[in-house]
């Protein structure tokens, strides 16, 4: 695939990004000047996001937290990185880099990005790209996923039981469970938005099997919890949330392919994407770990006690949930 002069530049900064030494006050610089309209900087902070989806999963709390840290300002809502989180920023150099293969296969899907694309194609294209990564990136996001102070010990767990309808359905009105059941049946969802054994998930390592799998069967029900509408902006929203939460390497992909593409696509609009991964992101990493939380126990349950017990704060952004959809109406 011939690529453009722009792109070849975007694959040289994804690959260089850290590779020459970055502490955390250079990236939150970046994320200061990106917000100020800097398109060097907006340029670089969309290689950075694509960095840690490829190539160094393990820096993306280091990374994202200090890009917040820059868009927002002081009033930046996080706790303190982890010093096993911040060590990631010494050794961005030193992880395999994606083939001309990945590329190939990457701007594929940039190019070919529209409003007439399901969210389940997205979801699955976005999956597709990590069979085009190299090898050493498993062993790199098992490392990073066990880790991460969220994912409660995601290694030693045991495959949760699949989801069924009957059991959901038979739950109160107005319980979490009853909620869910009307949300998949409502809107023609799969129940577990794809299925485990079809996307390969037997052949992952242990950390990443159980996240994968735990991540498919409750991502509409984390829509439901923490508050994100199934609209393609919170969609962008709830994967930094995901990603801040697991550090989930499927969601870091998909941030990354939504902020390329709108730089690409539509780069008056890269300021409007940004501000939902930020927002998500800061999101996640104040929310309790989801994982650690047995939803299966809470499905008789209103939304509104878990939230409470549990201390969970549901999503707000500074702009409108279905942004893109009104756009898109208006363009019709």
């Excluded at 999963?57 to 996080?78: F, K």
């Amino acid at each position: 695939m011939k690529r453009t002069e722009r792109q070849q530049e975007f694959e040289g900064q994804t690959g260089r990004f850290g590779q020459d030494g970055i502490g955390a006050t250079d990236i939150e610089t970046l994320g200061a000047n990106a917000k100020a309209g800097d398109p060097a900087a907006m340029r670089e902070m969309a290689a950075a996001i694509a960095h840690i989806a490829f190539v160094s999963p393990g820096a993306s709390m280091a990374v994202l937290d200090n890009l917040t840290r820059g868009w927002v300002g002081e009033s930046a809502a996080l706790p303190g990185t982890p010093p096993a989180q911040l060590e990631m920023l010494v050794r961005l150099g030193e992880a395999e880099r994606p083939d001309a293969a990945f590329w190939d296969r990457f701007w594929s899907f940039i190019d070919n990005r529209d409003g007439n694309m399901s969210g389940e194609e997205v979801t699955a294209r976005v999956a597709g790209l990590a069979s085009n990564l190299p090898a050493s990136f498993v062993g790199r996001a098992e490392k990073a996923a066990i880790a991460h102070p969220g994912t409660a010990g995601a290694e030693n767990r045991a495959l949760p039981p699949k989801l069924t309808l009957d059991v959901l359905g038979a739950q109160p009105e107005g319980s979490l469970g009853h909620d869910f059941y009307r949300l998949i049946v409502d809107n023609d969802f799969h129940l577990e938005v794809l299925d485990r054994e079809e996307t390969g998930l037997s052949d992952m390592p242990p950390a990443l099997r159980y996240l994968n799998t735990r991540i498919l069967q409750m991502h509409d029900v984390w829509h439901l919890m923490a508050g994100y509408r199934t609209t393609a902006l919170q969609e962008v929203g709830i994967s930094a949330f995901s990603l801040a939460q697991f550090d989930h390497s499927y969601s870091g992909m998909l941030i990354a392919t939504a902020a390329t593409s709108t730089l690409f696509n539509a780069p008056e609009a890269f300021p409007v994407i940004m501000q939902l991964i930020i927002e998500g992101w800061q999101h996640g990493r104040m929310t309790p770990s989801f994982m650690a939380i047995e939803w299966e126990q809470e499905w008789q349950r209103p939304i509104a006690d878990i939230r409470t017990q549990y201390g969970i704060e549901a999503f707000t952004s500074i702009y409108p949930a279905d942004l893109v959809e009104q756009l898109r109406s208006a363009a019709a």
